[in-house]
């Protein structure tokens, strides 16, 4: 690391980045770019003759999958090792894509959809863990950033490419998913270094704690952090729940609606990255606080837009939020972490985020309903509770490795 990192130019910056980082963010590419098992699942099965109910069920069950795959990762991860979990969780999650168009039964078509679920996000504490283990802390930010770029690629490009496949057969989307999924496993086996925790010195006299998500979660700055992240997903993933109802009631096509997803997509490939050398020097908490509350603006704005140019300026708004706010808080559990918990912490932060994206579009949903106008009230008065908690999540000294008993879960 040189002395002047702060100077660099951003490209010097991410050319400096270690080989691990490359592999995962090249991996999440390939992983993003072949997702079609969310983006399609709901119409495949409608297709076979199933309810939307059902189907809704089905996805449902994707989610509660990945809950479960990010709190079992964390330990795997932390217990078994970084490469273990990722490959594990690709092959894992390639069988049981490629099962799921094998089934007739709707029930069992549910049960497999779990296990997609779990499998798919089983890798995500390991490559957030990976990317803390081999990344320099001055660089953990631009990793980051370049990590979320990626997989905005490859979920801007992914959908069209689906959209040809399904126009062909719905099984090749299924083989594509899981052909995807093979290929990250492959590239973390063969290419991704042996990457371990740093090591840490032990404290003389230091008392002995808890280890597994006992250890973490009674960490209080985590508890504020992971309360935090779940508000501000909540009111990010209206977005794609709200927003196309709002849309409908004032009268706009889908395909306006397509248009600002594109926006949104197109805003974050292109300033993402760069506007990263502008916060790295600040407060994270701070930081995570802004964009959270800038987010939260702009979303409630959508309540007051009804055309299109003021909706156009509202997703400028909440994506600019995003921007801000998403990579650092993505960072921010592996400066909280102790070493040996960091699989655990990056846990935390995917269980987070899936209890948001699993509840916050029926119960964002059901707000609307009752009132439209209360519920983008609601998503800012929610934002600025996100905002509050993110501030009082301070850092803690971490407890060395050497000074803990059981390794729990």
């Given amino acids: 690391m040189t002395a002047n990192y702060d100077d660099l130019p951003l490209l010097r910056r991410v050319a400096m980045l270690p080989r691990a980082v490359w592999v995962i963010c090249g991996g999440m590419f390939i992983n993003k770019l072949g997702n079609f098992l969310n983006v399609f699942l709901v119409l495949y099965l409608t297709s076979k003759g199933h309810s939307a109910f059902l189907a809704g069920v089905a996805l449902g069950a994707t989610g509660l999958g990945g809950f479960i795959g990010n709190v079992v990762g964390g330990s795997i991860a932390d217990r078994f090792g970084r490469r273990s979990a990722m490959a594990v969780s690709m092959f894992g999650a390639a069988l ?215 909706l156009v300026l509202t997703v400028v708004v909440w994506t600019f939020g995003e921007i801000i706010y998403t990579p650092v808080a993505t960072t921010y559990p592996g400066t909280l972490a102790p070493a040996h918990l960091r699989g655990r912490y990056q846990g935390a932060e995917g269980m987070a985020v899936t209890i948001a994206q699993t509840a916050g579009p029926a119960a964002g949903g059901l707000l609307y309903a009752a009132t439209p106008a209360g519920h983008w009230t609601v998503c800012v008065a929610i934002s600025i509770v996100a905002a509050l908690l993110i501030l009082g999540a301070r850092a803690r000294p971490a407890v060395p490795a050497e000074l803990t008993h059981s390794p729990g879960l």
């Fill in 96 to 310: 049981f894509t490629v099962l799921l168009p094998a089934s007739s039964n709707v029930h069992l078509t549910i049960a497999l959809a779990v296990l997609v679920g779990f499998f798919a996000q089983l890798y995500r504490p390991a490559a957030g863990a990976v990317l803390v283990d081999a990344v320099p802390a001055a660089q953990r930010l631009t990793a980051f950033a370049l990590l979320r770029l990626a997989i905005n690629l490859g979920m801007a490009i992914g959908p069209a490419i689906g959209g040809v496949l399904s126009a062909l057969s719905y099984w090749y989307l299924f083989a594509g998913d899981a052909i995807a999924c093979v290929l990250f496993g492959v590239l973390v086996l063969v290419m991704l270094p042996d990457v371990k925790p740093e090591p840490v010195a032990p404290v003389a006299d230091a008392p002995a704690t808890k280890a597994g998500y006992r250890a973490v979660f009674a960490d209080p700055a985590l508890r504020l952090y992971v309360l935090s992240m779940i508000a501000a997903t909540f009111v990010y993933v209206q977005t794609t729940m709200t927003l196309p109802l709002h849309i409908k009631d004032a009268h706009l096509s889908n395909s306006f609606y397509g248009l600002l997803l594109g926006l949104n997509a197109a805003l974050c490939i292109l300033f993402e990255l760069p506007l990263t050398k502008f916060v790295e020097r600040r407060s994270a908490r701070h930081v995570i606080a802004f964009g959270i509350l800038v987010t939260g603006i702009g979303v409630a704005g959508t309540g007051l837009a009804s055309t299109e140019l003021p």
